[in-house]
C-alpha cells in the first residue's frame, strides 16, 4: 500500500526542547515536501526536496531544518522550537514526472 | 505576490444537490492544477487535477473547470453526498519544482 508515514502523529513539547518529525514514503518518489497548516492560512510549504542530497526553502522556512539523506526518509527537525510553531504538520511526497501527491496523516505539534 | 485563493471559506448545501467550489489564481505560469478534499484529522486527498491547457476535466461525480482568461477554477461535485463534507484546497503547480501553492479552503458542509 502506497504509504506516507509520519511521526509522532500528536507531540506537546516545551519552548527550545530539540524536536524531530519523521516522514517516510515506500512509492521511491523523489519528491518530498513539509507543509504546515494553520487556520485561516492554508496550507505553506516549509521546505522541500527534489532529490537525495537536494533540498530548498519553501514559503515559510524559519526556524525549520530538514535532510534528505536517503530517498524514503524526509525529516523535519525543529532546533529550537517556538510557541508560534504550534501547528499541524504534513509531510508530501510525488514521483518526479506525475501528477499525484500523496500526503501523510499529518503530526499536530504543540509547543508551551 | 503570486496566490492560488478560494473565494468563500464556507459552503452548506443539501443533500443530493449540486455543489460548486471557486478558486482564483494568479500565477499565469503555473502548470496544473489540483483540487484535494481533507477530511478531519486526516491528510489531503487528491480529487482531480487539470492541466493548463485544458478546460474542462470530468471524474467520478466531480468536474473541474479551468478559465484561464478570468484565473478561476472551480470544482463542481454531483448529488452531493454527507461524505462529501470536508474542507476543499486548490492548489496550483509549478512544472519546474513541483511546487504546490495552496488556498485557504473552503468547508463544505452538507445539510440532510
Known amino acids: 500500500e502506497a504509504q506516507v508515514t509520519q511521526n509522532p502523529r500528536y507531540l506537546i513539547t516545551v519552548t527550545g526542547k530539540k524536536l524531530t518529525v519523521t516522514c517516510s514514503q515506500n512509492?521511491?518518489?523523489?519528491?518530498m515536501s513539509w507543509y504546515r497548516q494553520d487556520p485561516g492560512l492554508g496550507l505553506r510549504q516549509i521546505y522541500y526536496?527534489?532529490?537525495?542530497?537536494?533540498?530548498d526553502k519553501g514559503d515559510v522556512p524559519e526556524g525549520y531544518k530538514v535532510s534528505r539523506k536517503e530517498k524514503r526518509n524526509f525529516p523535519l527537525i525543529l532546533e529550537s522550537p517556538s510557541p508560534n510553531q504550534t501547528s499541524l504538520y504534513f509531510c508530501?511526497?510525488?514521483?518526479?514526472?506525475?501528477?499525484?501527491?500523496?500526503f501523510g496523516e499529518g503530526s499536530w505539534l504543540t509547543v508551551v | 505576490g503570486e496566490s492560488v485563493g478560494l473565494h468563500l471559506p464556507t459552503l452548506s448545501v443539501q443533500e443530493g444537490d449540486n455543489s460548486i467550489i471557486n478558486c482564483a489564481y494568479s500565477?499565469?505560469?503555473?502548470?496544473?492544477f489540483i483540487w484535494y478534499k481533507q477530511e478531519s484529522g486526516k491528510g489531503p486527498q487528491f480529487i482531480i487535477d487539470?492541466?493548463?491547457?485544458?478546460d474542462k476535466r470530468q471524474g467520478q461525480r466531480v468536474t473541474v473547470l479551468l478559465n484561464k482568461t478570468v484565473k478561476h477554477l472551480s470544482l463542481q461535485i454531483a448529488a452531493t453526498q454527507p461524505g462529501d463534507s470536508a474542507v476543499y484546497f486548490c492548489?496550483?503547480?509549478?512544472?519546474?519544482?513541483?511546487?504546490?501553492?495552496f488556498g485557504a479552503g473552503t468547508t463544505v458542509t452538507v445539510r440532510a
Open positions: 508530501a511526497s510525488s514521483p518526479r514526472e506525475g501528477n499525484t501527491i500523496y
Open positions: 512509492m521511491n518518489h523523489e519528491y
Open positions: 526536496s527534489m532529490n537525495v542530497e537536494v533540498t
Open positions: 500565477n499565469s505560469a503555473s502548470d496544473y
Open positions: 487539470i492541466r493548463s491547457n485544458m
Open positions: 492548489a496550483d503547480v509549478r512544472s519546474n519544482d513541483y511546487k504546490l501553492s
